[in-house]
Structures are given as structure tokens and as C-alpha cells.
């Protein structure tokens, strides 16, 4: 194998850094992970999984900084920018045109990479010829970050939000960039805005969500797509459902893991997803008829009830291969609670902590823990389960709920309760019911006024076990999971009006599992004896303040390439008043800092937003400092705006 640097020119004059993983055999096919996350420092680590694909597989793997990130020129104009997708097929087009590559090109990656994946997918540059999206989206309004049910998502504000902002604005590597890096530095801070601001314009889905959205125009992909997702991650839902509205040739790989590694997520079990990736890529970037494509094209695994655990090292289940979807054994099953009572929901700001976060990852951004708290401030509906009940697919509630404003959220959680009365998160979800008619036209509610609504759960696969309950636990908030609703009060719910329709499995599997290779082994642990900052999540109930706070904090300290030392640290905060929700607040800070033989660099990012019952509040400051007679100095820029909240 040969490592090399390239840089690839785009149409404008801006070059693009890359490193190139070359294999012995040429010429070869060219496997691209293209990403903002900075491949000579922050995420330098995956240059071991690149290796393997090109030692194993005999690829050759590009790894690309995006325009305006690492040390690629240009400016980082915004997520999945319509001129990211223009770079990359472009990068594609110059990488096929090398004399050592075959002119067949993959792409694949994760979070990010797997997003522009599907999105550089969707243009069709010929020389594309397979993708491989991990933990990735097809609809970046609905299944992303920022908004969840039409509600501004809240945890998520602390941490990868506001953490981009400080990410974007590190200078290019002295090293790799040369002479003039400092300037590209300074045209970098000059020209870079956090993307926090123009996402909370844009608080109803509409022509900016839906560029980069695969959904619902599916047929604008015609290479095979292999999706990968996990139960735990907050990209489930595309696996299932894209899988039935792609039409080209396309897999499923669908683990119990959180945003993190098929070999390392908490939690297991767990696969190596390299020999996977490479099989997808050899079927269609080399003609090789290894099968791939013959057998089961979905491979799930079927959670079995499992005691909740936020930092559960594996979940009970099995895989299952089944050869269609919706599979031929899947039936649904309506569930009514029994009785004709009027029930009632007290709305308040702080239900949903012990669910915190519908991505989980690595600590602190743990697995949902025992849901008993946050079930006894709901609306509970209970059903036995007399024998084992299997599900595959989306829960989906209709219910009838009356407000008493025009404004009001709606949470549903399915619940696996154990007989000692402990309750596991089976599925979840959230709906702003102004938009119970869409996303994208939001209508007030009539006050007071019955109104029938329909919210559908995140795909889920659950075994529930004789024994158990089944519950539906109903609230007027998912926090901080989500920001919480403008107002309290109380929402009334039509009992007779309340149907579940479970996506049920009936019969025995009707294909063999499938099977995996085991991760491979951990390396041998490091002699480094450098102090790790602490892991914090805490969460905070103050009963004199009648509110709550979760506090989070981590970071890491870590050498890189070309002499680098790294210290990245994380702290966020976000709070909510417990009988005034359309009050509360978040806060975070970012830093990193590197220091390289020719310099020692340094950015922050701080985030101050609240929220009263019709505004948001944000201030975003940006740091970025550089010491000595050579340095930039002390350069911080500050953003303040005001935003309506347009019924949320």
C-alpha cells in the first residue's frame, strides 16, 4: 500500500486537500469518505479503516476535507451546501480520469459521509458506481439534528450545533496547506457564520430542508445502496423506508447500535462491517459475482426485552434475514385501551429526561435509562402480553387530544414494562400538532376544540416476552430531547379516539440469519498515561427553582500527525422551567486547541439561546487565537439575533 496527497482542483480555482490510500495491484477502483471533520487531526483515527479496505480489499480510498474545513480552501458555507455536492462530483469525475483507477467510484461514510453519499448519489455522476450511507438520512427536516416532529430539536444545540461552529473555523495544516495557510486561516474566520442561525429560520420543512433530502424522490438514485443503520442511532428510520421506495439494487444492515463504530457501539452486539463494505464494493466496482446480491438483501436484529441500561454493554435479540419488505408475515395490530373516560395530560416542560436524546453515542450522550419516572408524568395506557409479540417497523398512534391553546406538542413512547415494574424504550415519537397536517403548512389548533391527530412512532424491532406490559405513555413534551411547548395547561385526551397500530410478525422467520464476522480485536491499550478530561451528564431538579437542568461535559487530549498535540473539550448546559416550559435554556462551549511544531492554534465557540413563549434568543461568540510575533492574535466575532418562534 502507498499513501499519498493529492489535491484536486475545482472549476472556481479551489483545491481540495485528499489522501489517497493506494494499493499494490493497480489500476483499482477509488472508495471516497468525504467529510468536514478535519482528517489530519480531529478524526485522523479513521485512516485505520481506509487502510484495511485498501490492504483487504485491493481499493484505493480517498479521504476528502471538504471546501472550508481541514485544509481544503474555500468556505464552509452550510450543510450539505448545493456547492459540496458540486465538489464531490467533480472530485469523482478527477479521480476516474487517473491513471490508476479503473474509472469506477464508491462512496461511503458515516453521519456525513453517509448523508452525501445519498446526496452526491442523487446527481448521478457516471463514474459513481456504488454507495454505502452508515447511519445516514434520507430526510434532513424529520430525521436529523434540528427539528424532530416539527419541533426544534434541544440536546443536539449543545454539542455537534455549536461544536461545528468552533470546528470551522480551525486554520488549515501548516504542513499540508504550506506557505500562506495563515491568510487562508484569516479568510476562513472572516467568512464563516454559524450554521445554527439560518437553521432557525427555517423552522417548517420547505425547498431548504428538502435539498439533500432523498425523501420523497427516491428514483433520483440509480446505484446500489447498501444502508447501515442501528436501533440506537437517530437514523433508523431511512432503512426500512427507503429500502421499500429505492428501486435500484440495495441492502439493509440494520444492528442494535448507537452513532458510533458496528464494532464498538454500546451497545453490542457487535459485527466487522469492512468485510460488508468490501463484498458491496467488489459486487459493484469489480463485476465480482460473490453473492452479495443473492442472498437476503435484509438483515435485521430483532431486540428482545432487555433491561434498560444507559450504558448497556449488549442487547438481547437475534439476527433475522427476511427477503422482502414489508415482509410477507408482517401484519398490523390495533390496540384500543379499554373504557370511555375523558383522560388528561399535564403539560410540563420536564418530561422526557430519562429518554434525553434520540441519537445516542458515545458517554455522555448515553442510551435511554428506566422510563418509570417519566411514565408516572404521563398519560399511561397499559395492555398484558400474554405471549411473545414481535415487531418490525413503525408504531403508529391516532388519537384525538383537545388544547386549550393554538400551539401543543403531543410525545408518544411504546414502553416494554418488566413484571418488577421496570420500563425499557421500545420506540418513540414527537409531533407539533399545528403540523398534523404536514410539515410544510403549519395550521394553529382551535382552542378547546377536538382535534383527531396521527403521529407516527420511529421504526423499531422489539420481541416483547410473556409476562410483560405493553404501555403508551403520553405527554406534552420531549425534553430535552426536544425544546418544550410555549405554554402549560392541560391537554384532554378522547379515550375511545386512541388506536396503536403495531407493525406485527407472525409465524417463523422464513429465512436463514445471516452472518457476520466478529469485530476484530482491540488493540493493545495505550501506555499513555495522559489525564482524560471527566465524562459529565447530570441532571439536575431543583424543587425550590421548579425547574430542571441536564448538565453535560467531556473532551479528550491526544497526539496527531505532523507533530500535533489536540485538546478538545465539550460543556454544555440546557434548562427548563417546570410550570412555565416556554421558558427555558441552553448554553455550550467549544474548544479546541492544537499545537503543531510551526504554531499552537485555538477556537471557541459559545452558545447563550433562551426561549420565552413567542421568541428565541440566540448569541452565538467565536474565538480564534493565535500567540506570538507571528500570530493572528485574538480575532472573535459575535452573532445576536431575535427569531419568532412560527408556532413553535
Request: net charge negative.
Amino acid at each position: 500500500m502507498d499513501e499519498r496527497r493529492a489535491w484536486i482542483p475545482m472549476e472556481d480555482g479551489v483545491r481540495l486537500a485528499a489522501r489517497l490510500f493506494v494499493p499494490d495491484e493497480l489500476p483499482a477502483p477509488v472508495i471516497v469518505d468525504a467529510l468536514p471533520y478535519r482528517m489530519d487531526d480531529l478524526t485522523a483515527s479513521y485512516a485505520s479503516e481506509y487502510a484495511r479496505l485498501c490492504e483487504e480489499g485491493a481499493f484505493a480510498v480517498c479521504r476528502i476535507d471538504l471546501r472550508g474545513t481541514g485544509s481544503s480552501a474555500g468556505i464552509a458555507i452550510d450543510e450539505y451546501h448545493p456547492q459540496e455536492q458540486a465538489d464531490l462530483c467533480a472530485a469523482i469525475a478527477w479521480l476516474a480520469e487517473q491513471d490508476w483507477c479503473t474509472g469506477r467510484v464508491g462512496m461511503y461514510g458515516t453521519s456525513w459521509g453517509g448523508f452525501n453519499s445519498i446526496q452526491v448519489a442523487m446527481e448521478r455522476p457516471p463514474a459513481l458506481h456504488a454507495i454505502v450511507p452508515i447511519y445516514a438520512s434520507d430526510d434532513r427536516y424529520t430525521d436529523d439534528v434540528h427539528y424532530m416532529g416539527g419541533i426544534l430539536k434541544a440536546i443536539d444545540l449543545v454539542d455537534w450545533v455549536i461544536y461545528m461552529a468552533a470546528c470551522n473555523v480551525l486554520p488549515p495544516v501548516p504542513a499540508v496547506y504550506g506557505e500562506g495557510w495563515r491568510d487562508e486561516w484569516l479568510r476562513r474566520i472572516e467568512g464563516t457564520e454559524p450554521w445554527l442561525l439560518r437553521w432557525l429560520e427555517e423552522q417548517d420543512d420547505g425547498p431548504y430542508w428538502r435539498h439533500g433530502s432523498l425523501r420523497p424522490e427516491y428514483e433520483r438514485i440509480a446505484c446500489p445502496t447498501m444502508i447501515v443503520a442501528g436501533w440506537a442511532d437517530g437514523y433508523t428510520n431511512i432503512a426500512l423506508r427507503a429500502y421499500e421506495a429505492l428501486t435500484c439494487p440495495r441492502r439493509v444492515i440494520v444492528g442494535p447500535w448507537a452513532h458510533s463504530s458496528t464494532a464498538t457501539s454500546v451497545p453490542g452486539p457487535h459485527i466487522d462491517l469492512v468485510p460488508e463494505l468490501i463484498r458491496w464494493f467488489s459486487r459493484w466496482l469489480r463485476d465480482e459475482p460473490n453473492g452479495i446480491d443473492a442472498q437476503p438483501p435484509l438483515a435485521i436484529f430483532m431486540r428482545r426485552s432487555t433491561r434498560p441500561d444507559p450504558e448497556l454493554p449488549e442487547m438481547r435479540g437475534e439476527w433475522r434475514s427476511e427477503p422482502t419488505w414489508p415482509a410477507e408475515r408482517l401484519r398490523v395490530r390495533t390496540l384500543r385501551p379499554e373504557g370511555a373516560e375523558t383522560d388528561r395530560i399535564a403539560v410540563r416542560g420536564d418530561v422526557g429526561t430519562a429518554a434525553w436524546i434520540s441519537c445516542a453515542g458515545k458517554p455522555p450522550w448515553t442510551l435511554p435509562d428506566d422510563q418509570r419516572a417519566d411514565d408516572a408524568r404521563s398519560l399511561a395506557y397499559d395492555w398484558p402480553v400474554e405471549q411473545e409479540l414481535e415487531i418490525l417497523g413503525h408504531p403508529r398512534l391516532r388519537v384525538t387530544v383537545t388544547s386549550p391553546h393554538e400551539i401543543a406538542f403531543l410525545s408518544a413512547r411504546l414502553c416494554d414494562v418488566f413484571p418488577d415494574g421496570a420500563s425499557a424504550l421500545v420506540s418513540r415519537g414527537v409531533l407539533n400538532l399545528t403540523h398534523r397536517e404536514g410539515h410544510t403548512d403549519p395550521k394553529p389548533l382551535e382552542p378547546g376544540v377536538p382535534t383527531a391527530v396521527e403521529l407516527e412512532l420511529e421504526a423499531t424491532s422489539w420481541i416483547f416476552e410473556a409476562g410483560h406490559t405493553l404501555r403508551l405513555a403520553l405527554a406534552g413534551s420531549d425534553w430535552p430531547n426536544t425544546w418544550p411547548p410555549p405554554n402549560a395547561g392541560e391537554l384532554t385526551v378522547t379515550r375511545t379516539s386512541v388506536e396503536l397500530d403495531l407493525p406485527v410478525l407472525e409465524g417463523r422467520p422464513i429465512a436463514p440469519p445471516p452472518v457476520f464476522a466478529p469485530p476484530p480485536p482491540r488493540g493493545r491499550e495505550s501506555d499513555d498515561e495522559t489525564e482524560q478530561p471527566p465524562v459529565v451528564r447530570e441532571v439536575e431538579d431543583d424543587s425550590v427553582g421548579r425547574q430542571t437542568r441536564v448538565v453535560t461535559s467531556y473532551g479528550s487530549l491526544y497526539d496527531g500527525p505532523f507533530g500535533a498535540t489536540i485538546e478538545e473539550l465539550y460543556d454544555g448546559l440546557v434548562g427548563v422551567a417546570h410550570s412555565q416550559p416556554g421558558r427555558a435554556w441552553a448554553s455550550a462551549r467549544t474548544r479546541y486547541e492544537i499545537a503543531w511544531p510551526e504554531a499552537t492554534v485555538r477556537t471557541e465557540a459559545h452558545l447563550r439561546f433562551r426561549s420565552t413563549a413567542s421568541t428565541y434568543h440566540v448569541l452565538v461568540e467565536v474565538v480564534a487565537a493565535e500567540d506570538g510575533p507571528d500570530g493572528i492574535g485574538h480575532v472573535e466575532r459575535r452573532f445576536e439575533r431575535r427569531i419568532p418562534r412560527r408556532l413553535q
